[in-house]
């Protein structure tokens, strides 16, 4: 396991006590997992190449999808690239309207320097590369207005033969901000970012009438990932999480969310979205079940893939298994998160001594036992336990004892969060 700054780890053990999965850190937590690294190294490679590439990972609640999809960006990022993870929500994000989805990537979007919102910053960035580059050109301190103008348009040509709106909004956007009208600019980068109820000053400067729309929002995509590049990024690992909701919507909203997707794939396939790495997570029940992924015969040959034996499992297949936790697995994720708490703890050899892989074992299975024997689903909330309840306070109580001094409870929100979520996908609205 390779060390973890006290920062991060301080990081990890908050989300742990929360029951959430950690933003970052997450090599320090994966186990099972490392056998797809390979697959997903070429593709990233592949990626920033040029290509694209798209994954569909299939597992059950507790799992592991999120912690997988995380892991991916964070390797992503240590290779330069751009991260957003959306997750599918049938009133605020639907898959078959995607201007709500490029919204929620601009929103979502991070880099290894911005955690969060990434967007603007992506943008100042790739426009002072530009003047910069202009200025060489032609041998001078700074370039003309017109050359500086000339070259954006040259660097976003494939993007304004089919949406000419987004480099003409770029080229008011730098326009605003040379003349210091900030509420212009603002309002524009908004607007370039999918945002509905832009100010009709700033559409006016720019020239546009309507919000960016399921059309638009496609090439608007494409134009972010034109920026990127140009920006130095790689690419853009983009995460569709949990589609299973999918499986929740009326009948005519989920045939237009699978058709939206099928389409989706088929651009990528046509090299329309170069530097983009799709990523999509859904339940077995998703991707097999009759409310699902069947119901759109194109979609469904399209993400085949023959499970057997999970010892042969293929990660570069379109589509892959996460097998989820046993209780070896969920015992030794227990030991790397002791073993991580004890490197900052004030008394590391107590938090081992006390908390030793015996009792680790003994937690687990309490846990498990708890929910029905259903270890796959219990390792968020085995780990809340284990930080919050167990290590925290043999951290704190120099007299405190788990044997002793602790008995297990789960709270009625807890087991039936856990119930809910894992019992979803057998939900028929």
């Known amino acids: 396991m390779s060390p973890v700054s006290p920062v991060r780890r301080r990081e990890i053990l908050q989300s742990l006590r929360q029951g959430t999965v950690p933003d970052g850190g997450l090599d320090a937590l994966a186990v099972g997992i490392d056998k797809f690294a390979g697959a997903i190294d070429e593709d990233l490679v592949a990626v920033a190449a040029g290509g694209s590439a798209f994954k569909a990972v299939r597992g059950e609640y507790g799992a592991g999808k999120t912690f997988f999809a995380r892991w991916v960006e964070q390797r992503a990022m240590a290779r330069g690239f751009a991260v957003a993870e959306v997750q599918i929500s049938e009133l605020e994000t639907p898959l078959h309207r995607l201007e709500t989805v490029y919204r929620r990537t601009i929103e979502e979007l991070r880099t290894s320097a911005f955690s969060k919102s990434a967007f603007r910053a992506v943008i100042d960035a790739w426009l002072y590369g530009v003047e910069e580059d202009a200025a060489d050109a032609l041998g001078a301190a700074e370039a003309p207005a017109a050359e500086v103008e000339k070259l954006l348009e040259q660097r976003l040509a494939t993007v304004a033969s089919s949406t000419p709106q987004y480099p003409m909004v770029l080229r008011k956007y730098r326009e605003a901000l040379e003349s210091g009208d900030a509420a212009t600019a ?65 009948r005519d909203s989920r045939e237009k969310a699978l058709n939206a997707l099928r389409q989706w794939l088929d651009e990528l396939d046509s090299g329309r979205y170069p530097g983009l790495y799709l990523i999509v997570t859904g339940t077995p029940a998703f991707y097999d079940g009759r409310m699902g992924v069947q119901t759109l015969p194109p979609l469904a040959q399209r993400l085949h893939t023959d499970f057997g034996d999970p010892r042969f499992d293929n990660p570069r297949a379109p589509q892959i298994r996460l097998t989820g936790f046993d209780m070896d697995k969920l015992v030794e994720v227990g030991t790397r998160v002791r073993d991580l708490y004890a490197d900052g703890a004030s008394s590391p050899s107590r938090i081992l001594s006390v908390c030793d892989d015996a009792y680790l074992r003994d937690l687990a299975a309490a846990v498990a036992g708890e929910l029905g024997g259903k270890v796959g689903v219990s390792p968020r909330l085995f780990l809340k336990k284990l930080v919050a309840d167990v290590l925290d306070r043999i951290d704190q109580f120099e007299d405190f004892d788990p044997r002793r001094d602790y008995r297990l409870t789960i709270a009625t929100t807890e087991r039936d969060e856990v119930v809910r979520a894992s019992s979803a996908d057998d939900v028929e609205l």
């Open 186 to 250: 603002d309002g524009l980068i908004a607007w370039l970012g999918g945002q509905p109820h832009v100010g009709a000053q700033a559409k006016r400067f720019a020239g546009v009438k309507q919000d960016v729309d399921h059309f638009l929002a496609m090439g608007f995509l494409t134009g972010l990932l034109s920026v990127l590049k140009g920006s130095r990024h790689a690419g853009l690992v983009l995460v569709i999480d949990e589609v299973e909701t999918l499986q929740r919507m009326r």
